[in-house]
T-cell receptor, first 115, second 111 residues
Framework: EPEVTQTPSHQVTQMGQEVILRCVPI?????FYWYRQILGQKVEFLVSFYNNEISEKSEIFDDQFSVERPDGSNFTLKIRSTKLEDSAMYFC?????????????FGPGTRLTVL | GENVEQHPSTLSVQEGDSAVIKCTYSDSASNYFPWYKQELGKRPQLIID?????GEKKDQRIAVTLNKTAKHFSLHITETQPEDSAVYFC??????????FGSGTRLSIRP
């Protein structure tokens, strides 16, 4: 069964450094998403991406964040200058092309630790 | 913006009993309501979902009900088993571009 994959599984970085989190969505999916989950808290929507552009973004997704689909398979989240409070689990998700909402398939997550 | 409230935050039930988790949403335009189960250190996994044109949906021991007028939806798990222990999240979305999650319910099944 196809799955969303994410790399790396754990990223440790120094405050102020740039990080890029990588995701490979399921191949025939057209909607892509990033979420974050601070330890012990709820899953928070960051951004959705469709047809090579941002479809919607949350208040969390400020100018420090950007997303890109650099080729036909990868979907990346970049954090330009990391802060301590960016430490969290970051989940990528994708969903099938539909006329309405449908199941989002989550990747295993990247645990980001900012020191 | 859309907000989803979820109760209770923790729930402990005897094995074999039923568990009920309740959620309310704020935006009446929400039309899709998934429920996710998350085990410790793992990704959220969809267990059941319901669309706004349906009032109830059942899949074996799991059922979800939706009251659009009251903007409430609930998850019911019957005949609970130890493997049901996890954190459960409700969510609501308008269209395909955004899902807002509730704060989660930690369900523990007592043997």
């Amino acid at each position: 069964e196809p799955e969303v994959t994410q790399t790396p599984s754990h990223q440790v970085t120094q405050m102020g450094q740039e990080v890029i989190l990588r995701c490979v969505p399921i191949s025939n999916h057209l909607y892509f998403y990033w979420y974050r989950q601070i330890l012990g808290q709820k899953v928070e929507f960051l951004v959705s991406f469709y047809n090579n552009e941002i479809s919607e973004k949350s208040e969390i997704f400020d100018d420090q964040f950007s997303v890109e689909r650099p080729d036909g398979s990868n979907f990346t989240l970049k954090i330009r200058s990391t802060k301590l409070e960016d430490s969290a689990m970051y989940f990528c998700a994708s969903s099938e092309p539909q006329t309405g909402p449908g199941e989002q398939f989550f990747g295993p997550g990247t645990r980001l630790t900012v020191l | 913006g859309e907000n989803v409230e979820q109760h209770p935050s923790t729930l402990s039930v005897q094995e074999g009993d039923s568990a009920v988790i309740k959620c309310t949403y704020s935006d009446s335009a929400s039309n899709y309501f998934p429920w996710y189960k998350q085990e410790l250190g793992k990704r959220p996994q969809l267990i059941i979902d319901i669309r706004s044109n349906v009032g109830e949906k059942k899949d074996q021991r799991i059922a979800v009900t939706l009251n659009k007028t009251a903007k409430h939806f609930s998850l019911h798990i019957t005949e609970t088993q130890p493997e049901d222990s996890a954190v459960y999240f409700c969510a609501a979305s308008i269209g395909a571009s955004k899902i807002i999650f509730g704060s989660g319910t930690r369900l523990s099944i007592r043997p």
